[in-house]
C-alpha cells in the first residue's frame, strides 16, 4: 500500500488575492451573495486542482472559509449571538458577514462584530465564539458537507476539516456570567455527531479533527473533555476515521490523554517539536496511524528532504507505510501560496525557500520517495539538499562582522549607566516638562494625499527630491500644528513610513521583501510579512533625517521613532538556521546604532515600539521565562546606548500585561506609553501588587474608533490613573499612533487631551 500523503489545510485567498476582490466588492454592494458565492467556488476548486496535480493523495476540504473557521464553526453549531436576530434555518450572508465585521447604517442601529483575537501564537485573527446564557446548538450549516460533495462532484475526494468540539469550546467566551465553556460539551457534541454521520454518509472515509489544545497546558477537566467528547464522536460514526490533529507545539504531559483517544490517527507537529517522534513510537496503541509533520507549516524555508528522510524511512520500516502519513506541520493557511510569482526576488535567495504549492509538492516528493525508494526521486532530492547546502554556505547570509559583533555584547552594554530615579532628574532638567506632560505615539494621520505621493514615488512618477520635499512640508505642518494646540512632545508624523516593520526591514541588510506574499491575518486583512534571511546589519541611518529636520523647526522636545527588535522580528518570517533569540540580536545591535545616531542629531527622546513583545510568549508557561529574558535583553541592547539625560520611551498596545508586568519593567524604559482607553483603565488592576517604577503614559484616547473623547471623560481616565499611580509618573497620550485616523478626527481629540492634562495639573497643585 502506498503512504497517504496530505495537505492539512491550504491558503484560501488566492494567489492574487481574489477573495478579497471578491469579497470587497459584495460588502459594497457591487456584487450579490450569489456571485460571491460562485467565486469562492472557483478558488476552492482551483486549491484542490493544484494540490491534486502534485500528487498529494489527502486533499483538505472545509478549510475554505469566506472570513474565517472559527466563525464558521459558530455557524455550524448555531453559536449566534440574539443581537443578530437570526431565527433558525441557514444563516444568511448577511448574518455572516454582520457576525464577522458589524454593520454601520442599518436600521435600527449598529451591531458590532464578534471580538477577535490571535489564533494560538500566529498572526492570523478569529472570532472569539461568543456564548449566551442558555446557550443552545443546533446544525446550522452544513458547509462540511456540502464542501465535500463539492469536491465529490468535481471527481476529487477529499479529508474534510473540522475544528475540534473542545479546541472550539476553549477558544470561545461567555458573556454577562454566563456559562463555563466547557461545560457545554454535552450540547454540542451532537451537532457534531449529526455532521460525522452527514459526513460518513457522503461517502466521506477520513475526517481532520483539529485539537490543537492539546499543546497547551491543560486542566484535569479539560483532558477529562476530550476524553468523553471524542467517546462520543467514535461512537457516531464508527465507519469513520478520525485523525486527532495537533499542532503549533508538542503534546507534552498531554500526550498520554491524547493518546488514549478512541481516533483512527494522530497527527503530531514534528517541526515545532520533533523530540515526540520517540515518546509517540514507544507508547501509540497498536494500529494507530500517526499522521507526521515534517514540513514547516508556519514558515517559508524549502525543506531538506534527504535529512527529514532520514529521520521517516526508520519509521515506515518499524510501522509499515499503511500506519504512517506525511504531511506539514499544519495547515499551509500562514504562508503565502506561490513561490513562482515571485520573479523579482534574487535567484540564491529564491531557491531557499518554499510557499504553500511548493510545499504541497515537497510533501508528495517524501511520498514517492518512500514508497518507490529514493532513487525514483533523485534529482528532487538532489536539488533539495543541493539549496540547503548553498543556503547554509551562501555569504549572502553570513556576515562575519555582525557575527563577530554579536559575540562582542557585554552585559553593561544592556544597561543604562545610572538606575532610573538617577536619570529621572538629569532628564527632567534636560526636558523642563511640565507635570503630566503631553505627547502622541508617533504617527499622524495618513491622509490619502501621503498615500499617493508614496505611490507616484514607488512607481517613479514623483522623483526623490519632490517626494522629499513633499513629505518635509507634511512633517513642518505636523509640528506647527503640535506646537499650536500645546502638545509638550512633538513627533514628526511618520509621514514616510509605508509601514512600521517593512520601512525598516527594507533599509536593514538580511531582510527581503515578497511582491505577492500575502498572508491572512484577518477577514480580507492580509499582511505580507519581510523574510529574514541573513545576518542583520544597517548599512546606513534610516530615521534620523527626519527627526532632525523635525527637530530644527521647533524648540520643544522631538521624540524619534523606531520599532523594536522583537516587533521586528515578530512580524516577519524569521531564519532557521539559528535560534530567534539570536537573529533578534543582531536587529538589536543594529537598531542600537540607530538610537546613538538619533541621540548625536541632538534629540533628546528615542521611542522604541514594542506593541508585538506579548504575542511573542510562547505557549506553554513554563517557557515563557527564557522568551521574556530574551526578548527584554533584546530591547535592553536597543535602548541602553544612549547617555542617561536621554529619554527613551517605549510603547505597547493592547493592556493584557498583567501578567507579565516584572518584565515590562525589566525593559527599563524611562517611559511607557500602553493602549489602556478601550478597557477603560484595566491594566491599573496590576499595579494594585506590583508598583511599576518608571513614568508611563497610559492611553486616554481610543483611535480605533472615529469617535472624539471629551475632555471631561479624558480626565476621569486620567483620575482613575492617579489612583494607582503617583501623579508625576503620569504621561498623557493616545492609545497608538494616529495614521488610520482623519486629521478631523484626531485634531478636536488631541486638543481636548491637552485640555485634560491641564486640568489635571491645577488639581493637582
Ligand atoms: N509609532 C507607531 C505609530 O505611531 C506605533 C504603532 C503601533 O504601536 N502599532 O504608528
Ligand atoms: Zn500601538
Redesign the pocket.
Known sequence: MSIVTSTLGFPRIGPRRELKTALESHWAGKSGARALLDDAAGLRAAAWARQLGTGVTHIPSNDFSLYDHVLDTSVMLGVIPSLYEWCGGPVSPEIYFAMARGTRGRAGGDLPALEMTKWFDTNYHYMVPEFARGQAFALASTKAIDEFLEAKALGIHTRPVLLGPVTYLLLGKSKDEGPDPLSLLPGLLPVYAEVLKCLAGAGAEWVQIDEPCLVLDLADAQRDALAHAYKVLAAAAPDLKLLLTTYFGGLGDNLDTALGLPVAGLHLDLVRAPAQLDDVLSRAPAGLVLSLGVVDGRNVWRANLPAILDRIEPVAARLGTDRLMVGPSCSLLHVPIDLDLETALDPDLRSWLAFAVQKVGEIAILGRAIDRGRNAVADELEASAAAAMTRQASSKIHDRKVKARLDAVTPDMTRRQKPFPARRPLQRDRLALPAFPTTT???FPQTEEVRKARAAHAKGTLGDSDYRAFLRKETETAVRWQEDVGIDVLVHG?FERND?VQYFGEQLSGYAFTRHGWVQSYGSRYVRPPIIFGDVSRPRPMTVEWSAYAQSLTAKPMKG?LTGPVTMLQWSFVRDDQPRERTCRQIALALRDEVIDIEKAGIPIVQI?E?AIREGLPLRRADWRAYLDWAVACFRLTACGVADATQIHT?M?YSEFNDIIDSIGAMDADVISIETARSKMELLEAFATYRYPNDIGPGVYDIHTPRCPSIDEMTALLAKAAERLAPDQIWVNPD??L?TRKWEEVRPALVNMVEAARRMRLASR
Open positions: 505615539i508617533g504617527s511618520e512600521m521613532m515600539d506593541p510603547h498596545c497608538c499612533g495614521k
